[in-house]
């Protein structure tokens, strides 16, 4: 929960969507386990924070993560909030993958997901209390062109965490799920080449059958910590299993 002196732990803390998440939880003074298999990364965004500790670490293994959370709770405190950002984007053809690529993508993107909240939800259950958010996508929700890895992997991610909100929902533990659209980060910014860039976002391309951003804009990192925020905070404490979209009106959520 956003409380001062509550623990939360955000994965894919080193930088992008995870790295504002763990900057908003810091400024409400709590205390943030910063996870990120950057391990140089991780520890400088937390030294800057001053209520962050950083634990490197990769997601996809499930006895690090069991580690990192018994560790947390030993340096810490309980975990009240779990923020699921870590991720990885590999672009192309569906045609073109690769078996690597794919297995990566949902390893990183399903597997963490599953892999850390799994683990502090097990922790969460005695308490009987406790949020947990996941950052999604939009394109779990809308086809899009040579993103199926992804957006495959980010729809499995969503229902994984939605089907655990029901099993969590009688001890009081909610779960939701965040769907970024376009939003200036790294991983973002990866993508533009030759004439893809911001604009193109904004503007939509017909050509891959993609709308623009209603808005007029990309999302700011710090847009989508926000919306983090309130699902973990007792504003929401009547919220859980919900996907909620941020994207400036880009899916015109069909």
């Known amino acids: 929960m956003v409380t001062e002196g509550a623990v939360a732990m955000v994965t894919g ?14 400024a409400t003074g709590t205390r943030v386990a910063a996870l990120d298999v950057n391990a140089e990364r991780v520890e400088r965004v937390a030294a800057g924070l001053g209520v962050a500790v950083a634990y490197p670490c990769q997601v996809t293994d499930s006895a690090a993560v069991d580690d990192v959370v018994a560790r947390v709770e030993a340096d810490l405190g309980p975990i009240g909030l ?7 984007l590999c672009s192309g053809p569906a045609v073109a993958i690769s078996d690597d690529d794919w297995a990566r993508t949902f390893a990183v993107n399903t597997g963490g997901v599953f892999h850390l909240s799994r683990a502090v939800a097990r922790r969460m259950i005695p308490r009987r209390s406790g949020a947990i958010v996941t950052v999604g996508s939009n394109a779990a929700g809308v086809p899009r062109m040579n993103m199926s890895a992804y957006a495959a992997s980010k729809a499995a991610a969503a229902q994984f965490t939605k089907c655990l909100g029901l099993e969590l929902a009688p001890y009081g533990i ?16 990866a ?15 017909p050509a891959t059958f993609r709308v623009g951003i209603p808005l007029g804009r ?6 989508i910590a926000d919306a983090v925020l309130f699902l973990a905070s007792d504003r929401a404490r009547h919220i859980t299993m919900q996907d909620l979209y941020v994207d400036g ?6």
């Open 13 to 26: 803390a080193a930088q992008g969507i995870g790295e504002a998440v763990a900057r908003a939880l810091a």
């Open 82 to 88: 779990l923020v699921n950002v870590a991720g990885v």
């Open 174 to 189: 909610r779960c939701n799920v965040v769907s970024p659209g376009s939003t200036d980060t790294p991983m973002q910014r």
């Open 191 to 205: 993508l533009w080449t030759g004439d893809h860039d911001a604009r193109t976002a904004i503007e939509g391309s």
């Open 218 to 223: 990309l999302a700011d990192p710090a847009d």
């Open 249 to 254: 009106g880009a899916t015109l959520r069909s």
